[in-house]
């Protein structure tokens, strides 16, 4: 609800609120079910008729505090862990269509394409014919129906709420359309990253030994005819 007040400084602060030049002040007290309450206020200028409220400009009375800093040290966690996954993501299919179009030579330059065009590709070459294009087919289905490319757009293309008490709040502007305000936790931002990573995986192993491999230096490595090994 909007409840209109009176001019005067904001409490706790040096800041002069609402600023000169603003047609409308308000106090905004938002109660979602399954959201944090959230309260703000908000002033309004004479611009535009009408407002959109997922651009808005957010911030907090003087500066971000501790707990604002904590908040986007954790924020930016998740949203590098589902940036690092859709990374990969886009890698595997790149992969994989080289594999399964059989090029002379394995250069992304030839598959540079974004993520809906790489479904695209990979969806033509589902034509059944053997049984790893068998098992793209059903995983390929399996990432539209979790909405994979939406949940990574979704977090990659946002304009994030980076304030402590907010949850995991963004405004999100698809192409050819108005903003949207996207209210979720941390939690939705873990399981994600979760989904990505599994069909970053799933992708991967369907590319199985046509591809090179690398691995990192650990504690061991299995060797043919041995047991074990330990790295010397």
């Known amino acids: 609800m909007m409840d209109e007040a009176s001019t005067s400084p904001a409490a ?24 944090p309450e ?31 800093l904590r908040f986007r040290t ?10 690092a996954a859709g990374g990969h993501v886009e890698m595997a299919m790149k992969r994989l269509l080289l594999v399964l179009t059989a090029p002379s030579k394995a250069r992304f330059s030839t598959v ?3 993520w809906s065009g790489l479904h695209k590709k990979l969806m033509r070459q589902c034509d059944g014919s053997d049984g790893r294009r ?3 087919a059903e995983l390929l289905k399996w990432g539209e129906e979790q909405g994979l490319k ?46 990505l990573g599994e069909y ?5 192993r369907l590319i ?3 591809w090179m491999m690398a691995r990192l230096p650990g504690p061991f490595r299995l060797r043919k005819n041995a047991t074990s090994s330990p790295l010397q």
Request: hydrophobic share 35%.
């Open 38 to 68: 959230v309260i703000y206020d908000l002033v309004l200028p004479g611009t535009f008729s009408e407002i959109d409220m997922s651009t808005v400009r957010i911030g907090r009375h003087g500066g971000p505090n501790d707990a604002d």
């Open 150 to 195: 939406r949940r990574r757009d979704n977090v990659i293309h946002a304009d994030w709420w980076e304030y402590a008490g907010c949850g995991a709040r963004r405004s999100r502007f698809p192409r050819g359309s108005n903003g949207t305000t996207i209210l979720a936790s941390l939690a939705d931002l873990e399981e994600d990253a979760r989904l």
């Open 200 to 204: 970053a995986d799933r992708l991967d």
């Open 208 to 210: 199985g030994k046509d």
């Open 112 to 114: 540079d394409e974004t």
């Open 74 to 83: 954790e924020l930016h966690q998740h949203i590098g862990a589902v940036a």
């Open 12 to 35: 706790g602060t040096r800041e002069v609120w609402p600023p000169t030049g603003f047609s409308s002040y308000y106090v905004v007290t938002e109660r979602i079910d399954n959201h």
């Open 134 to 136: 068998e098992k793209l």
